[in-house]
Each structure stands twice: as C-alpha cells, then as structure tokens.
C-alpha cells in the first residue's frame, strides 16, 4: 500500500477510537480489574485495526514499536538494575539497616510525614524518582508493613517524596529534558517550578502529619515491631559498612555518572559486603541478584539461631528483589509499547488535538489545554522525552502568542508529565512503583498528594492570573531599544 493510499481521520472517526480505548482502561482496569497488559493489547488492537482502515501498514506499527523499545531500552535495563539492587542490598543488610534504625527511631505517627520528607531528599540528591523508591521506598514501606500502617498512604507519600526530587533536580533527567525541548533555562525553570511545587508540598506535609495523628500504637503493634527488630538484628550484622552501597549510588549520582554502571557498582559492593560480613555464601549472592533474597540464605549460616525469630512477616518484610521481580514490568513495557506505537500510527490522538487548539483563547485555557495533553498523551505513550516535545510541537507557537515565557510551557510539562506518570497502571513508571512498592496505582494515587497538587496548581494560576496580576505566570516583554526580551510575572 503507498503514501498516496493513506487517508487522515477526521474528527469523528478519530473520537471512536480514543473513547473506546478510554473505556477500555476505565472500565477493564480500573473498575473489573482485568489484567492491564492484556488490555492494553486489546486497546492497541483497536488503533492498530484503525491505521490498517487509513492506509497505514502492519509492518509500520511494529517497526515504530522498535524505534520506542530501542529508545527506551536505557530505562528497561535501570528496571531490571533496581531488581538487581534491591536483592543484594537487602543480603548486604543495606536496607535492613534502614528497616531496623527506622523501627527504633520512626514514631508511627510521624510515619507518613517522615516518608514524604525524607524521600524527596534522598531524590533531590540522586535525581531520580526510580532510584529513591527504589532504596529508601523500599526501606520505608518495610517499616510500614512492620508497624502495620496503611501500606496505600505510606506509598502516596514514598511516590511524593520520589516525584519532589525527580522535578526539582537539576540532576534529573526529565527537569533537563522538559527545559531543552521548552527552550527555557534550566534553573530558570527549576525556580518557576516552585510555584506549584512549595503549596503542593505545604499539603502533602499537613496532610501526612495529621493522619499520622490518628494512629493509635496498640500492644500487639509494639510486640511485632520488638520482634522484628530482634530478627533483624539477630540475622544481619548491621554496622556502617552495609551503608556503602547507599553511599556509591549518591555519589556517582552527584557526579552525574551513568545510572547503570552507578546502580551495578553498587551492587557489586553490597555483594561484597553481604560476602564478607553477612555469612552469605558466593550461591547465595547470585541467587540474591537474579531470583530475590530470602532470609532463609542467611539463617542457615548462623549457628545456635532460634527458627522463631523466621516468622511469615519477617519473610513477607525482607524475601523480595532480583532480576526476576522486574520481568512482569517488563513484559508490561513492551505492552505499553505496542499501545503506544499503533496509537501514533494512527494519528487518532493528533487529529483531536490540532482541533482543540483553534479553540483556546486565554491564557487559562492555553496552560490548561496543554496540561491536559501532556497528561493525556504520557498515559498513551509512557515516554516523557516524546511527550515532552510533542506538546513542545503543538503549543510553543501558542504560548508565544499568549506572550508567555518558555518557563510556564516547561512547567506544564513538568506537572502533567513528569510527575503524573507513575499514577496510571497502564504506563511504565506507574508500573515500577507499584511492583517495587508492592501496592496498586489505584490504592495509592488518592495520598500522591505532591503529584496531584503541581498540575492542579498549574492549572489554577492560568485562570486566576487576571485576577492576581498573574501570579506564577511569567510573560515575555518586549524592550524596544535592545530588541531583546526581559520577563516578569504578570498577565
């Protein structure tokens, strides 16, 4: 079939296809909660069957999906690295170290509030959303399960905490990105992103203090938090060895290495130390590193150790990790992928959207639109770097013509792509942190508050702004004798 055969859709017959598939992820994974690999394979079945209907060909879909798989292929391997390193920090007693101090130190009812914090440090430093909860995710949620906590609240603070540092970072690859394809400086866009950002952490702070107020210790918690940390403590020698791991990642972050030699060095360090200082044998660290640890790997190498301290919940607390564990998201990946590139094929989505554009008159609804479509369009594609410069393609002209600094289109960005990503199960961020969490999309998305806050703030000063002298929106204003542009915040 030749270019000359291929037809664009129109409108109406783009709609069809959309809404359908909307009602698929609705309704299939989010109401009936059937698979959602298995519907996003009927989902790309549908626009695949759409392009084939306007010209398009089979074999263009799947070498689309291949340029995608080949671009992301840096993002599979850091998935399969975190597995890596959640096995062998948890034999070296990495994040057993953190489980026990965090159990000794953590008041229950300072829990969520102390996840959101201490998270968003740990990703402001490593610029990395995927690395935070990861590592000190992982450790947290521990804590969690052992104090028996909402295991839904302490994610939605975890994946805030995460998100803070993954869009203010200036290590962060997507705070770099957004501002390259907005054509905005990157502290520049750093400093605007604190309007939505400050308020929406102000939230997520309050609202995680005073829920953590209505926890009430009760007697059986305290006697399973005493037990643990007498398993703990019993099964791992724990000292500040075991931190070196934690330390090489931070460090080969702030010098801004390759995350994956970073991740895999670390590794490497904690199967040295788990080696040396844990009783494991060399059997052990490899089947740590590929199929998960298991406390059973260390217990039958500490002679006179009593069996009871191996309870169910010690095992459920600390058997996790391994390449193994990060084989379903990436099978999930390569669903995403397929979703994704029949869905550009089709140019179902762009049709919509060039449409929607003739309609946008203030500054409101311009931010607002292009919030909505980078949401809209990370949900379909999970691929922030094409999102990024796709709303780039469809509203940089728009926001010069509103006169509004690059700064504001960056932001958008930012706030409906970067941080909204890991709420939908159906993407590959959302993916990594409810398998690395251990606890659904759905469960957690309603306490992200941080993710949730940036984009309905964005939206907010777009509409306010001539009712607040345009508050947190910077425009471009024109300096006739230089013939440059200098900035300010108003409408």
């Known amino acids: 079939m030749n270019q000359a055969e291929i037809r664009r859709p129109s409108i109406g017959m783009a709609l069809v296809p959309i809404l359908i598939a909307l009602a698929v992820f609705i309704i299939g994974i989010g109401v009936l909660k059937y698979q959602a690999e298995l519907m996003l394979i009927f989902a790309g079945a549908i626009f695949a069957v759409f392009a084939v209907f306007h010209g398009h060909s089979w074999e263009k879909i799947l ?20 597995g890596l390193l959640i096995g062998t920090w948890m034999i070296s007693g990495t994040i057993p170290f953190f489980v026990y101090y965090g159990l000794e130190i953590i008041n229950p009812s300072y829990l969520y509030v102390m996840a959101f914090i201490v998270t968003a440090i740990v990703s402001t430093c490593v610029g990395t959303s995927w690395g935070s909860a990861g590592t ?4 947290l949620m521990s804590i969690a399960q052992t104090m028996d906590l909402s295991l839904a609240v302490t994610a939605g603070a975890v994946v805030s905490g995460a998100y803070f540092g993954d869009k203010l970072s200036p290590l962060s690859d997507t705070t770099n990105m957004s501002s390259l394809a907005a054509g905005s400086n990157l502290y520049e866009h750093i400093r605007h992103m604190l309007y939505t950002s400050i308020p929406s952490s102000v939230i997520a702070i309050i609202v995680f203090y005073f829920v953590g107020l209505k926890i009430d210790s009760n007697p059986a918690q305290l006697t399973n938090v005493e037990e643990m940390l007498s398993g703990i403590g019993q099964l791992f020698n724990l000292n500040v060895v075991v931190l070196i791991p934690a330390v090489i990642v931070i460090a080969g972050s702030l010098m801004k290495k390759s995350p994956l030699i970073v991740l895999f060095v670390s590794a490497l360090s904690a199967m040295a130390i788990a080696l040396f200082f844990q009783n494991a044998s060399v059997s052990n660290l490899f089947t740590a590193a590929v199929e998960g640890f298991h406390v059973d790997m260390l217990a039958a190498a500490i002679p006179g150790l009593d069996a009871g301290i191996i309870s ?6 600390l058997n996790r990790g391994g390449l193994y564990s990060m084989y379903g998201a990436t099978f999930f990946v390569f669903c995403a992928f397929f979703f994704a590139s029949a869905l550009e094929v089709s140019q179902a989505l762009n049709v919509i959207l060039e449409k929607m554009i003739t309609y946008l008159k203030s500054v409101g609804s311009v931010i607002f639109a292009s919030l909505l479509t980078g949401f809209a369009v990370i949900n379909c594609t ?24 690059p ?20 993407t590959v961020s959302g993916v990594f942190m409810a398998t690395t969490l251990g606890v659904g999309n759905f469960e957690f998305l309603p306490w992200a508050i941080f993710n949730l806050g940036g984009i309905i703030f964005s939206a907010l000063y777009g509409f306010l702004a001539p009712y607040t002298g345009g508050f947190g929106i910077r425009t471009n204003e024109p300096e006739a004798e230089t013939g440059n542009t200098s900035s300010k915040t108003a409408i």
């Open 63 to 82: 070498v689309v999906m291949g340029d995608k798989i080949k671009k992301a292929l840096p993002a599979i391997l850091i998935l399969f690295s975190i």
């Open 407 to 426: 700064v504001n289109l960056s932001r958008s960005m930012e706030d409906s792509v970067t941080i909204t990503e890991a709420l939908m199960p159906w």
């Open 382 to 405: 999970s691929n922030a770097l094409v999102t990024y410069f796709l709303v780039q393609d469809i509203y940089g002209d728009v926001y010069k013509k509103k006169n509004l600094h």
């Open 136 to 139: 000190i995710g992982v450790a």
């Open 312 to 317: 169910e919940d010690m095992q459920g607390l």
